[in-house]
């Protein structure tokens, strides 16, 4: 049975958490985190978000983001996809 979609509010902040399949590293050093923030930066531009905080960590990341109506899952998927290219480099 399908999980019910995510309900989202255009007037929220949400916490938005990404882990790794099975605590896979996902940034090995401080280039690939300097990286990653660099596509957060290119997404936020794009999609006229804002991210208020954030914690950047070997094998997950926390983001306080407030989407100002755009859907957040695009935005993640946005800068996810883009980084996993990065990373099979």
Do not use: W
């Amino acid at each position: 049975m399908p999980r019910r979609a995510r309900e989202k509010n255009a007037e929220s902040i949400y916490h938005v958490m990404c882990r790794s399949v099975s605590e896979y590293q996902l940034f090995r050093d401080e280039e690939d985190k300097t990286y990653y923030l660099g596509l957060l930066k290119r997404y936020i531009d794009r999609y006229k978000c804002r991210i208020y905080a954030y914690c950047l960590m070997d094998s997950h990341l926390h983001l306080q983001l407030d989407p100002r109506g755009f859907d957040i899952s695009r935005f993640m998927h946005s800068a996810n996809v883009a980084y996993d290219v990065q990373g099979d480099m």
